[in-house]
């Protein structure tokens, strides 16, 4: 398990707001920002693309809490390339902006403990919330045919910011504006007697 440890690092290639870089790596977001790394199995498939567009069409939101988003998939590059130009009318996901990882070699997916042993050895759905020191604070792993929450990934980005700016931790449940409480057990009976 990954959490409370430094997320592991790479450098890959990645197609980014439509055009291929070499040399991609976290180390740029340490530091300064958040990030919500996500894998997900393949390019050209079917719950994929909805998560892909879900995460673009959330992008302000993760952006005004200083949050990168960051995809990553054992697809090439160039296949990353042909299916972020592949209007969504096709099944493609034309218009993503943010970083799509290619890890061919299938290491990343290894390294972050979401690489499925059997089959077509792909990534399973995993999802990390790394801070700006690049620990890894919250790690979601889903089997192939199940679809994450954007909304949920956007509720713990805010749970993690509210913690490291008040102190206080988040129950079951809390929103952003939501009554917190102290970790104590004078704080947990406060809030449960409530």
């Known amino acids: 398990m990954l959490v409370g440890k430094k997320a592991p690092e790479f450098t890959a290639n990645a ?6 870089e ?3 790596s976290l180390e ?42 960051v995809g990553c998939s054992t697809d090439s590059e160039f296949c990353h390339w042909a ?13 993503v902006t943010y970083p799509l990882v290619a890890d061919i070699n299938k290491e990343i997916a290894a390294q972050y403990e979401v690489l499925a042993e059997e089959g077509d050895r792909v990534a399973y759905r995993g999802l990390f919330l790394i801070d700006k020191e690049g620990v890894v604070r ?5 089997d192939m045919p199940l ?14 910011q509210h913690f490291e700016q008040y102190g206080e931790v988040c129950p079951l449940g809390w929103h952003k504006g939501e009554k917190a409480m102290q970790a104590s057990h004078e704080g947990v009976a406060s809030y449960l007697s409530e």
């Open 15 to 20: 197609v980014v707001n439509g055009v291929i």
């Open 22 to 24: 070499s040399n991609f």
């Open 28 to 69: 740029q977001y340490k530091g300064s920002k958040y990030v919500i790394l996500f894998f997900y199995p393949k390019d050209f498939t079917f719950v994929c693309p909805t998560e892909l567009i879900g995460f673009q069409n959330a992008l302000p939101e993760f952006e005004a809490r200083d949050t990168a988003v």
């Open 83 to 95: 299916w972020a130009n592949t209007p969504r009318t096709q099944g493609g996901i034309q218009g």
């Open 138 to 142: 919250h790690m979601l792993v889903n």
């Open 147 to 160: 679809g994450r929450s954007i909304d949920e990934a956007i509720r713990i980005v805010d749970a993690l």
